[in-house]
């Protein structure tokens, strides 16, 4: 891979004992419409994953449910053999039906045929970081995570996964998997106007645990507020690009996994995050939520 040309903004982090750029990438998009089928271009999408490396980024954030399997096929092609410093992220819980939606899939069986899976697809003998998938595609939802993350400590143990995480899932639900293993990371909706998980975010700071925020631009209804066009005018940058530097600003564990199947909107991202945001823009921004 050639040497990255731009500088990655946030810095770095560490999930258990690998580290990670805060800026990463998300695959979800690489896939057809609605996360279903394969990309209309599919060199384009090989392109995006390999400029995505060559860029410095070492977080790759994917899952077999994309496509399903598209996106993690893509990712072996671009990439395999992958370089040492390169870290992906995947997720189990969840499938795809017919109809393009998400139904959960978390019993035990289930489990152990979608890491399977994720190996196969990706190439791997190992896998870096699984998040647990929870609730469903409204939103989290309450409840024990007992047999389904037990089911992932189990293949943990067995040299299969190294790290733990969770995704779409309750303050609750965070601090009983805790209780069960350590956990390097969660991953919930969050972004400008959308911060419920404000104090959770914060725990998992103090507690050296990387918060993930899945559609930080708002995912299919894309952000739209007032106050960021404004400032983003002021900035002479984009809505999406003061909306990305504020997340890294939030907090230091957070990790950014913007998507997107265009090499230019990648170098876009990339720039924008790493704008500078003064105390009255960051005043201004964090009225959005209320």
Same mark, same amino acid.
């Given at each position: 891979?050639? &040497?990255?040309?731009?500088?990655?903004?946030?810095?770095?982090?560490?999930?258990?004992?690998? &580290?990670?750029? $805060?800026?990463?990438?998300?695959?979800?998009?690489?896939?057809?419409?609605?996360?279903?089928?394969?990309?209309?271009?599919?060199?384009?999408?090989?392109?995006?994953?390999?400029?995505?490396?060559?860029?410095?980024?070492?977080?790759?954030?994917?899952?077999?449910?994309?496509?399903?399997?598209?996106?993690?096929?893509?990712?072996?092609? =671009?990439?395999?053999?992958?370089?040492?410093?390169?870290?992906?992220? &995947?997720?189990?819980?969840? &499938?795809?039906?017919?109809?393009?939606?998400?139904?959960?899939?978390?019993?035990?069986?289930?489990?152990?045929?979608?890491?399977?899976?994720?190996?196969?697809?990706?190439?791997?003998?190992?896998?870096?970081?699984?998040?647990?998938?929870?609730?469903?595609?409204?939103?989290?939802?309450?409840?024990?995570?007992?047999?389904?993350?037990?089911?992932?400590?189990?293949?943990?143990?067995?040299?299969?996964?190294?790290?733990?995480?969770?995704?779409?899932?309750?303050?609750?639900?965070?601090?009983?998997?805790?209780?069960?293993?350590?956990?390097?990371?969660?991953?919930?909706?969050?972004?400008?106007?959308?911060?419920?998980?404000?104090?959770?975010?914060?725990?998992?700071? =103090?507690?050296?645990?990387?918060?993930?925020?899945?559609?930080?631009?708002?995912?299919?209804?894309?952000?739209? !507020? !007032?106050?960021?066009? =404004?400032?983003?005018?002021?900035?002479?940058?984009?809505?999406?690009?003061?909306?990305?530097?504020?997340?890294?600003? $939030?907090?230091?564990?957070?990790?950014?996994?913007?998507?997107? !199947?265009?090499? =230019?909107?990648?170098?876009?991202?990339?720039?924008?995050?790493?704008?500078?945001? !003064?105390?009255?823009?960051?005043?201004?921004?964090?009225?959005?939520?209320?």
């Amino acid at each position: 891979m050639s &040497t990255p040309s731009l500088s990655l903004p946030g810095g770095i982090w560490t999930l258990g004992d690998l &580290t990670v750029t $805060r800026f990463g990438y998300g695959a979800m998009q690489l896939a057809g419409p609605w996360v279903m089928g394969p990309p209309a271009d599919r060199d384009g999408a090989l392109a995006v994953l390999r400029a995505a490396v060559d860029l410095g980024i070492t977080h790759i954030d994917t899952s077999d449910a994309y496509g399903p399997r598209v996106t993690n096929e893509l990712i072996r092609e =671009a990439l395999h053999p992958y370089p040492e410093s390169l870290h992906i992220v &995947t997720k189990v819980g969840g &499938t795809r039906d017919e109809q393009g939606g998400w139904p959960p899939a978390r019993r035990p069986e289930d489990l152990r045929s979608q890491v399977h899976d994720n190996l196969k697809s990706l190439g791997l003998d190992v896998l870096d970081v699984v998040d647990l998938r929870l609730g469903n595609a409204e939103g989290p939802q309450p409840g024990s995570l007992a047999e389904a993350f037990e089911t992932l400590v189990e293949l943990q143990q067995q040299g299969l996964i190294r790290h733990l995480g969770v995704s779409n899932a309750t303050e609750e639900q965070v601090t009983e998997a805790q209780g069960i293993a350590p956990i390097v990371c969660v991953q919930n909706l969050y972004n400008l106007a959308h911060r419920h998980d404000d104090e959770l975010i914060d725990r998992l700071a =103090a507690d050296g645990v990387a918060y993930v925020p899945f559609f930080p631009l708002g995912g299919f209804t894309p952000l739209q !507020s !007032s106050a960021l066009s =404004a400032v983003a005018a002021r900035l002479e940058a984009t809505p999406v690009s003061v909306a990305l530097a504020w997340l890294l600003r $939030r907090s230091p564990n957070i990790l950014l996994i913007p998507g997107t !199947s265009s090499t =230019a909107h990648l170098r876009e991202n990339i720039v924008g995050a790493g704008l500078s945001l !003064s105390p009255e823009d960051l005043t201004e921004l964090d009225d959005i939520s209320r």
